[in-house]
């Protein structure tokens, strides 16, 4: 009686401590600095996964924007082009100690509408123009974070006039 009273107790031992080592791995984490919540004065971003690393560019890439019309018939403007490049680089002058320090250079035109089965190249972002979805951005990772994206802008979203085209 005592020898199977020996074995539930051991087991319960077993059980306690592999609960403790799987709660002390699970919670033990080192906090970093990356470029979703390194701004000062902000909360932290919450997201899942909470891993702020896996959110953002590897530290101190250098980032390729390339801007697609929305139509052969419709090519992207001139000041339409020039705002969505100002704008996208304007994320240059949020370099924070700490943070990715990533630098987002002028934009190219892709000079023709974008394919849905395209997906841009690493250290790229692609603007494109859709029906289906408006001002989403749309990341693409590999194992050290994010590695290119899509920014999808409405295809009847006027820029100059900030309001859908009638």
Same mark, same amino acid.
């Given at each position: 009686?005592?020898?199977?009273? /020996?074995?539930?107790?051991? !087991?319960?031992? !077993?059980?306690?401590?592999?609960?403790?080592?799987?709660? %002390? !791995?699970?919670?033990?984490?080192?906090?970093?600095? $990356?470029? %979703?919540?390194?701004?000062?004065?902000?909360?932290?971003?919450?997201?899942?996964? @909470?891993?702020?690393?896996?959110?953002?560019?590897?530290?101190?890439?250098?980032?390729?924007?390339? *801007?697609? /019309?929305?139509? *052969?018939?419709? @090519?992207?403007?001139?000041?339409?082009?020039? $705002?969505?490049? $100002?704008?996208?680089?304007?994320?240059?002058?949020?370099?924070?100690?700490?943070?990715?320090?990533?630098?987002?250079?002028?934009?190219?035109? $892709?000079?023709?509408?974008?394919?849905?089965?395209?997906?841009?190249?690493?250290? %790229?972002?692609?603007?494109?123009?859709?029906?289906?979805?408006?001002?989403?951005?749309?990341?693409?990772?590999?194992?050290?974070?994010?590695?290119?994206? !899509?920014?999808?802008?409405?295809?009847?979203?006027?820029?100059?006039?900030?309001?859908?085209?009638?």
């Amino acid at each position: 009686m005592q020898n199977i009273f /020996d074995k539930e107790r051991l !087991l319960q031992m !077993l059980i306690i401590l592999a609960c403790l080592i799987i709660l %002390t !791995l699970r919670f033990s984490s080192v906090d970093s600095i $990356a470029q %979703t919540s390194c701004l000062p004065n902000k909360p932290p971003l919450i997201s899942y996964p @909470p891993n702020p690393q896996y959110h953002a560019w590897t530290q101190y890439k250098n980032i390729s924007v390339v *801007i697609f /019309d929305r139509s *052969i018939s419709q @090519p992207t403007s001139a000041d339409e082009f020039n $705002a969505i490049d $100002a704008a996208i680089r304007d994320w240059n002058n949020v370099k924070v100690s700490g943070c990715s320090n990533v630098t987002f250079n002028y934009a190219e035109r $892709a000079g023709r509408p974008w394919n849905p089965t395209e997906i841009p190249p690493d250290d %790229t972002i692609y603007v494109v123009r859709t029906t289906d979805r408006s001002g989403q951005w749309v990341p693409f990772f590999n194992s050290s974070g994010v590695k290119s994206g !899509l920014v999808y802008m409405r295809i009847d979203y006027n820029l100059q006039t900030r309001s859908l085209q009638q």
